[in-house]
């Protein structure tokens, strides 16, 4: 969901009239994203535990992890 978003505001970026503002927009959902997504996953580890952190280990923060099989 994260990462979607973060696409979003980067096309906001690439595609405004006023970069300023596209820059400001992406500044400030990645300040929101450093500070948010740490306290969001120790709730979800308190949550489910062990299984969180499987899954956690297994896949990645933003975009799904490469594995070789």
């Known amino acids: 969901m994260y990462t979607s978003i973060y ?7 690439l595609v405004s ?3 300023l503002i ?4 992406l500044t400030g959902y990645t300040v929101l994203m ?8 120790a709730l979800m580890e308190q949550r489910f ?5 499987a899954w956690a280990a297994y ?5 799904p992890r ?3 099989q």
Do not use: C, D, H, M
């Open 66 to 68: 490469i594995r070789k």
């Open 59 to 63: 896949t990645g923060r933003f975009l």
């Open 49 to 53: 535990g062990f299984e969180y952190k």
């Open 22 to 25: 596209g820059l400001a927009w």
């Open 17 to 19: 009239a006023n970069w």
């Open 7 to 13: 696409i979003i505001f980067i096309s906001f970026f």
């Open 34 to 41: 450093i500070s948010r997504v740490p306290k969001e996953e």
